[in-house]
């Protein structure tokens, strides 16, 4: 038997991984370390593709990332 993705298994999981990863990239941002803050939300996105709030977060950041 071909062993399937623990995600895929539990969708629920792949969205507690999106939240920390979202609450790490808030950490990151508001310490100023922008590039980082957007690798963790693309990831989180990744993740849980329906959770508006990660593509927002992602926004404000590239916004900071232009100043």
């Known amino acids: ?3 399937t ?3 895929i298994m539990d969708p ?3 969205k507690t991984q999106a939240e920390e990863l979202k609450l ?3 950490k990151l941002q508001l ?3 922008y590039d980082a803050a957007n690798a963790l ?3 989180a996105i990744e993740l849980d ?3 508006a709030v990660l593509y927002a977060n992602r926004s ?3 916004l900071k990332l232009q100043k």
């Open 41 to 43: 939300y693309s990831r």
């Open 60 to 62: 404000q950041n590239h």
């Open 24 to 26: 790490e990239g808030n």
């Open 31 to 33: 310490s100023g370390q």
């Open 49 to 51: 593709t329906r959770n």
């Open 5 to 7: 993705p623990k995600a």
């Open 1 to 3: 038997s071909v062993p």
């Open 12 to 14: 629920s999981d792949s």
